[in-house]
Nanobody, 119 residues
Framework: QVQLVESGGDLVQAGGSLRLSCAAS????????MGWYRQARGKQRESVAS???????NYADFVKGRFTISRDNAKNTVYLQMNSLKPEDTAAYFC?????????????WGQGTQVTVSS
């Protein structure tokens, strides 16, 4: 089992910045990929960014050049630095962790942190 605690969501004006954090605990030795998803009201949850244990990153097109994902393996924490925020970035942001492989693959979610960008 992996437990995830997120923080950093807030109300910010368009053009502003926020930094989300997600600290993992529990069976952290098995974590492969850490990432962030978001879900706006009335819409499906979508992937924002991810980072592997080795530091390989992947971003959704709509955040490239604005958001940066990073990971502190010593602290078992993943961050999402969000710059140049737009009103359309308003959503609940969820930390996601993937562990194991094949039949031992598991996926865990944080409780979500709200990001609201005002115009």
């Amino acid at each position: 089992q992996v437990q995830l605690v997120e923080s950093g969501g807030d109300l910010v004006q368009a053009g502003g910045s926020l930094r989300l954090s997600c600290a993992a605990s529990g069976s952290i030795f098995s974590i492969n990929v850490m990432g962030w998803y978001r879900q706006a009201r009335g819409k499906q949850r979508e992937s924002v960014a991810s980072i592997t244990t080795r530091g390989t990153t992947n971003y959704a097109d709509f955040v490239k050049g604005r958001f940066t994902i990073s990971r502190d393996n010593a602290k078992n924490t993943v961050y999402l630095q969000m710059n140049s925020l737009k009103p359309e970035d308003t959503a609940a942001y969820f930390c996601n962790v993937k562990t194991g492989m094949g039949s031992s693959f598991r996926e865990y979610w944080g409780q979500g942190t709200q990001v609201t960008v005002s115009s």
